[in-house]
């Protein structure tokens, strides 16, 4: 029986983004069944509602046995599984981020809005977090330290890989072997 797979893209990216269409070949090969929706536009963190609603309408499962998404991709995962409707095995984000509630501390160990904590860890028992100690953005190490905090997932930090994928830092990315050895842990 095949296992089930999402890859989730970031801002600005689709389906064909940086490593997603590697790891993509990587996981069918290992008799994954993976679905990789290229989302529609979103101009910044908030408007993840459109992504949620779109991923709710057309993903082929509500359980999976691995998710992936990369920086806006692994936000969008945490508010998927903040929902009863989504499940996970394992869910790894790759330089993804949390917004602060406005108004907080920048590590308030409150979620924002349309984030669950509870939930989050009860319909995902296996969470990773990939991050650089040199992003661009705010999905460097203190988000990732955030996460792993609150959420009690594994934290992978790897140094001077930038956001793991970017146009602006000229940053192809095309291939990512330690995340896929990530994917295949616990998954026999």
Known sequence: MKKTAAI???LGGSANSY???WLKTELEKRMFDVWTPSLSECASFDDLDKWVNEVTLHSPFRHFDLMVG???GGSLILRLLSRKEFT???AISVAGFIKSLSGGQPYDLTYPAEFCVDMIKANCPMLTFFH???DPWDCGLEQGGFMQQTLEGTLVVITGEGHFGSEAMKQPYPIFPLLL???LLDQH
């Open 181 to 183: 050895q990530h994917c």
């Open 8 to 10: 989730f893209h970031g």
């Open 70 to 72: 990369h920086s806006a």
């Open 88 to 90: 996970a095995t394992h």
């Open 19 to 21: 490593w997603i269409p």
């Open 132 to 134: 650089s100690d040199n």
